[in-house]
């Protein structure tokens, strides 16, 4: 049972815009902390935003020109990333905890070009 699908990566020509979309299981999207992954080749994967509630928290690189959002009755959460550069290209994961279980999006390709 799929649990999240990503959509929105592809191309993306840097200065541009960036809207990411994840479409989350109905029972595990309520009450839930939602969060956008990413890893870029050769890297480890690092957390770029996290939405709990009405709380959010942007890793550094992200802060100011990104906005994690969600969207409580269509069960969607996105991410906007404004300014995009060659090094915000990577797998974007959706990425959901709640009451302890983890749940993973199959990822989606990001590749900015300069």
């Known amino acids: 049972q799929v649990q999240l699908v990503e959509s929105g990566g592809g191309l993306i020509q840097s200065g541009g815009s960036l809207r990411l979309s994840c479409a989350v299981a109905?029972?595990?999207?309520?009450?839930?902390?939602l969060c956008w992954y990413r890893q870029a080749p050769g890297k480890q994967r690092e957390r770029v935003a996290c939405?709990?509630?009405?709380?959010?928290d942007y890793v550094d690189s992200a802060k100011g020109r990104s906005t994690i959002a969600k969207d409580d009755v269509k069960k969607i959460m996105y991410l906007q990333m404004n300014n995009p550069q060659p090094e915000d290209t990577a797998v974007y994961y959706c990425?959901?905890?709640?009451?302890?279980?983890?749940?993973w999006g199959q990822g989606t390709q990001v590749t900015v070009s300069s």
């Open positions: 109905v029972d595990i999207f309520d009450d839930s902390t």
């Open positions: 990425f959901v905890r709640k009451r302890g279980l983890e749940y």
């Open positions: 939405v709990a509630g009405y709380v959010t």
